[in-house]
Nanobody
């Protein structure tokens, strides 16, 4: 499975931004999809995930309430809508995919990673 993330950029604090991740090379509905992020000098951290149908979503505390994840199985694409962005949200955001039958491990320990897209939030 190949994951291509896009939509990153430079925004101001308080702005919103939507990231997209297009998947190819697999059966999209077989995968839990999600996002991690990594800021300079910090470990990569889980942000949010969505199950194969879109019916269940899993959030980390770091951005809960400020992010919305969605997926379009017809387009093989997952989206991350971020709002009220803060400078501390600046990071490289990685799209991930994990086989759904692995349960919570599918997004805690993903099978596939995208190349990342940079989000920079200025104060």
């Amino acid at each position: 499975v190949q994951l291509q993330a896009s939509g990153g950029g430079l925004v101001q604090a308080g702005d919103s931004l939507r990231l997209s991740c297009a998947a190819s090379g697999g059966t999209f509905s077989s995968y839990t999809m999600g996002w991690f992020r990594q800021a300079p000098g910090k470990e990569r951290e889980f942000v949010v995930a969505i199950n194969w149908s879109g019916g269940s979503k899993y959030y980390a505390d770091s951005m809960k309430g400020r992010v919305t994840i969605s997926r379009d199985n017809a387009k093989n694409t997952v989206y991350l809508q971020m709002s009220s962005l803060k400078p501390e949200d600046s990071a490289v955001y990685y799209c991930i995919a994990g086989l759904r039958q692995r349960g919570s491990s599918s997004y805690r320990y993903p099978d596939y990673w995208g190349q990342g897209t940079q989000v920079t939030v200025s104060s």
